[in-house]
């Protein structure tokens, strides 16, 4: 009977010291979990751009409707032709929209009236460019072989340079997201002793040009000049959250 009190007690000490142990140590965890400093930073990058989009559209309209788009057709034909001739590979152009709409004649008031008075197709082609220093030269080009519309320009990175560029500002990010740690740890009077976690989350936003004025200047055929473009800078831009510990 003394024996098994005797195992009793020494199995009671041991699951004691045990709860002791386990205790201290989630104390121990807790206040690492509370000795942290949460912080965020944020970096830009500006690079010029090396990729352009280009919208052209080719508009007829006739009362005809099967008149309205084999001229609509042979146009487009053209105006492929002649980039084509430009230099621009045949992979790098592509159909984005085709439309048939009707046009109904209005009355003195402005009222619609039911009777239909003409067909509009649009066929809208996108010419992605590797160049941008020939962006005027294209538009001129798709414009004097029938194009009567240019409906956006959008000028970007390519992957290898937006890749560079957002490293470059995740960089930025972290040495920011870090010298303001030291600032704080330094006015707490403590040492940062590491990292907890990191959160990463990244911005790009193209170049978008003024259209109106594109094919304003674009229409003007007779011209001997070409057709200014100016891409501009793109901005590339990052933010980082970091929970650094500290003691």
Same mark, same amino acid.
């Given at each position: 009977?003394?024996?098994?009190?005797?195992?009793?007690?020494?199995?009671?000490?041991?699951?004691?010291?045990?709860?002791?142990?386990?205790?201290?140590?989630?104390?121990?965890?807790?206040?690492?979990?509370?000795?942290?400093?949460?912080?965020?930073?944020?970096?830009?990058?500006?690079?010029?751009?090396?990729?352009?989009?280009?919208?052209?559209?080719?508009?007829?309209?006739?009362?005809?409707?099967?008149?309205? $788009?084999?001229?609509?057709?042979?146009?487009?034909?053209?105006?492929?032709?002649?980039?084509?001739?430009?230099?621009?590979?045949?992979? $790098?152009?592509?159909?984005?929209?085709?439309?048939?709409?009707?046009?109904?004649?209005?009355?003195?008031?402005?009222?619609?009236?039911?009777?239909?008075?003409?067909?509009?197709?649009?066929?809208?082609?996108?010419?992605?460019?590797?160049?941008?220093?020939?962006?005027?030269?294209?538009?001129?080009?798709?414009? +004097?072989?029938?194009?009567?519309?240019?409906?956006?320009? $959008?000028?970007?990175?390519?992957?290898?340079?937006?890749?560079?560029?957002?490293?470059?500002?995740?960089?930025?990010?972290?040495?920011?997201?870090?010298?303001?740690?030291?600032?704080?740890?330094?006015?707490?009077?403590?040492?940062?002793?590491?990292?907890?976690?990191?959160?990463?989350?990244?911005?790009?936003?193209?170049?978008?040009?003024?259209?109106?004025?594109?094919?304003?200047?674009?229409?003007?055929?007779? +011209?001997?000049?070409?057709?200014?473009? $100016?891409?501009?800078?793109?901005?590339?831009?990052?933010?980082?959250?970091?929970?650094?510990?500290?003691?």
């Amino acid at each position: 009977m003394m024996k098994k009190m005797r195992f009793f007690m020494v199995a009671l000490v041991l699951a004691m010291l045990a709860f002791t142990s386990c205790a201290a140590a989630a104390v121990t965890d807790t206040s690492l979990t509370d000795n942290v400093i949460h912080v965020s930073g944020s970096g830009t990058v500006t690079g010029t751009p090396n990729r352009v989009h280009l919208a052209f559209a080719v508009e007829t309209e006739s009362p005809d409707v099967k008149a309205a $788009q084999a001229d609509n057709a042979a146009r487009m034909s053209a105006v492929v032709d002649a980039l084509v001739a430009a230099g621009v590979p045949k992979d $790098q152009m592509k159909t984005t929209g085709y439309s048939i709409y009707p046009v109904y004649e209005s009355t003195t008031n402005g009222i619609l009236d039911q009777k239909i008075k003409t067909y509009q197709v649009t066929n809208t082609l996108q010419v992605t460019l590797k160049d941008v220093n020939q962006t005027g030269k294209i538009i001129d080009t798709a414009v +004097s072989a029938g194009a009567n519309k240019v409906n956006s320009i $959008q000028f970007m990175l390519s992957d290898e340079q937006a890749l560079a560029l957002r490293s470059e500002a995740l960089r930025k990010a972290v040495l920011g997201a870090r010298t303001d740690a030291d600032i704080v740890a330094a006015s707490l009077g403590v040492v940062i002793t590491g990292t907890k976690n990191a959160e990463i989350s990244q911005g790009y936003t193209p170049v978008a040009y003024d259209n109106s004025l594109v094919t304003l200047s674009a229409m003007t055929k007779s +011209s001997a000049v070409p057709t200014p473009i $100016q891409p501009g800078d793109v901005t590339v831009t990052a933010q980082v959250s970091i929970t650094y510990t500290f003691r």
